[in-house]
């Protein structure tokens, strides 16, 4: 009977890997480039903030599958303008990639959260907990990378 409840056990941790899922904290399912749109939600509370088309450049941090790093592009007339690299990590309780920025204009909370291919997101600031920005992002496909079209013209 032991053997029986081995089994199941087992079976239910490898399945999802099986379906191409990746176990929830680790760095695979974030990893990759990004693309979609930082939008401004709250103008009262960030009245410089700009509605964006982003690129995100994420990648494993060695040793630390809970981390990864954040290059975070903005397409500014067509072509890429960074904004910087920012550290996440990965926060069990709420299922999501999460930093803390800071700086001498604004302090910030910035939340990611990955279901398969889409990506959302929302920059808050801190202390007063206003939401401020929300992301929406879809993986980039390979093809995509190198500026070759998919199969029907897409991609």
Same mark, same amino acid.
């Given at each position: 009977?032991?053997?029986?409840?081995?089994?199941?056990?087992?079976?239910?941790?490898?399945a999802p890997i099986a379906r191409g899922e990746?176990?929830?904290?680790?760095?695979?399912e974030i990893v990759g480039t990004w693309r979609?749109?930082?939008?401004?939600v709250d103008r009262q509370a960030a009245p410089a903030?700009?509605?964006?088309?982003?690129?995100?450049e994420i990648r494993g941090?060695?040793?630390?599958p809970?981390?990864?790093?954040?290059?975070?592009?903005?397409?500014?007339? +067509?072509? /890429?303008? &960074?904004m910087g690299d920012l550290d996440f990590t990965h926060e069990a309780k709420s299922s999501t990639w999460i930093t803390e920025f800071e700086n001498a204009r604004v302090h910030?909370?910035?939340?990611?959260?990955?279901?398969?291919?889409?990506?959302?997101?929302?920059?808050?600031l801190l202390p007063s907990k206003a939401v401020v920005r929300r992301m929406d992002l879809r993986k980039s496909m390979k093809s995509e990378l190198y +500026?070759? /079209?998919? &199969?029907?013209?897409?991609?």
């Amino acid at each position: 009977m032991h053997c029986c409840r081995s089994l199941v056990v087992v079976f239910f941790m490898v399945a999802p890997i099986a379906r191409g899922e990746t176990p929830s904290g680790t760095s695979d399912e974030i990893v990759g480039t990004w693309r979609g749109s930082s939008v401004c939600v709250d103008r009262q509370a960030a009245p410089a903030c700009n509605d964006e088309q982003v690129v995100y450049e994420i990648r494993g941090m060695p040793g630390k599958p809970n981390m990864v790093t954040v290059k975070a592009d903005k397409i500014v007339d +067509g072509k /890429r303008v &960074p904004m910087g690299d920012l550290d996440f990590t990965h926060e069990a309780k709420s299922s999501t990639w999460i930093t803390e920025f800071e700086n001498a204009r604004v302090h910030a909370l910035w939340r990611l959260a990955v279901k398969g291919p889409t990506m959302t997101g929302t920059t808050i600031l801190l202390p007063s907990k206003a939401v401020v920005r929300r992301m929406d992002l879809r993986k980039s496909m390979k093809s995509e990378l190198y +500026g070759h /079209r998919a &199969p029907g013209g897409r991609g």
